[in-house]
């Protein structure tokens, strides 16, 4: 088979781990027979700053041709963040209804957590996030502004196909898992879009007749997602309370630059999209150090999704060995100081 992914290495430390990176994925896809080609797409924040706008006007017909989407980090301290992100980000996750988020949250072996007790293993679960409407719809505005009595306005947007679509996704998920799934709301004071959700949920968990049913509100969950990650399996959520539980998991498994992420387009009519979930950190931007684990993992997720699941396994595989071995390199943020090329070679001699 072949493949043709768009790739867009965006800012920051993003072109640098992406170029280090994509030479992996060839070998690994290579090893198996696959093919792909990797179409560079140099649009982000340089650009906004030179012409404008983060992408061209035809940006997205330019890359819904292709098998997936690759993205290496969005940001820039010079460009405000709701700019690059509704610039960029934004439009490729609604215009292709990548409607489902998938983040995995894993405490690998050889990695500590922050978290007093839990060794390699104990942590294991992922969260399914609502990705294109919910409190990041973009509805509403602003008025009178400058003057004493300025207002702003921004509304929510909580579909039954959108619910419907997050809570199938995570519900299909857990039936493969542990079968538990975790709804995170805030109905107690959202007394319409989150009651909503809750019926949704009690609507769809009738077709699931065998996944057990957990209803946290999110301050609870954050608290949980600390005190007792162990005992998560499927945890599903609007944008915002997905957005902010992720990164709560990714640093109780170790590290940002652990973490993957996808964007799915569940009907397949559009490419999904896969990023890691670190950033683009600026303040090491250029050093050789950032590490490209996350990007490593978000291309794992990248080839289950093209269904080139022996190419995942082998990338999910190697990731899983390196972090074991302590005598395996480590990158900064783990406590070691192997840069970004080094940690792509011990990866590669895995395989």
């Not at 074991?324 to 840069?339: M, N």
Request: proline share 5%.
């Amino acid at each position: 088979m072949s493949y043709e992914i768009a790739t867009i290495p965006g800012d920051g430390i993003g072109p640098e781990v992406v170029e280090a990176t994509l030479p992996l994925f060839e070998e690994v896809a290579g090893n198996h027979g696959v093919e792909v080609e990797f179409t560079r797409y140099d649009w982000g924040s340089d650009r906004y700053l030179e012409e404008g706008a983060m992408m061209p006007e035809d940006g997205l017909e330019r890359i819904e041709g292709s098998d997936a989407i690759l993205l290496g980090a969005v940001g820039h301290p010079e460009v405000p963040d709701h700019v690059t992100l509704h610039g960029l980000l934004l439009p490729i996750r609604k215009e292709f209804n990548q409607q489902v988020c998938e983040r995995p949250s894993i405490l690998f072996e050889g990695v500590e957590s922050p978290l007093k007790g839990y060794e390699g293993g104990d942590v294991d679960f992922v969260v399914y996030r609502e990705n294109t409407e919910g409190e990041y719809a973009d509805v509403g505005g602003r008025e009178h502004v400058g003057f004493g009595h300025e207002i702003a306005v921004q509304s929510s947007v909580f579909t039954r196909q959108g619910t419907e679509a997050i809570l199938r996704a995570a519900f299909e998920a857990a039936e493969e898992r542990e079968g538990h799934l975790t709804s995170i709301t805030k109905s107690n004071a959202q007394a319409y879009s989150m009651v909503f959700w809750d019926d949704v949920v009690a609507e769809v968990a009738a077709d699931y007749p065998d996944v057990e049913v957990e209803s946290l509100l999110v301050d609870a969950a954050s608290m949980d997602f600390i005190r007792r990650p162990e005992e998560f399996d499927v945890v599903v959520a609007s944008n915002l309370f997905g957005d902010i539980l992720t990164d709560i998991g990714a640093i109780v498994t170790g590290s940002m630059g652990l973490a993957p992420s996808g964007n799915i387009n569940r009907s397949g009519t559009y490419p999904s999209m896969f990023e890691p979930v670190h950033g683009s950190a600026p303040d090491i931007t250029g050093e050789g150090v950032a590490n490209p684990i996350a990007t490593v993992l978000s291309g794992a997720m990248l080839f289950e999704n093209v269904s080139e699941e022996a190419v995942s396994a082998d990338l999910w595989g190697a990731v899983r060995e390196v972090l074991a071995d302590e005598s395996a390199p480590t990158p900064p943020d783990l406590g070691g100081s192997a840069g970004t090329e080094e940690m792509i070679g011990a990866l590669s001699g895995r395989l």
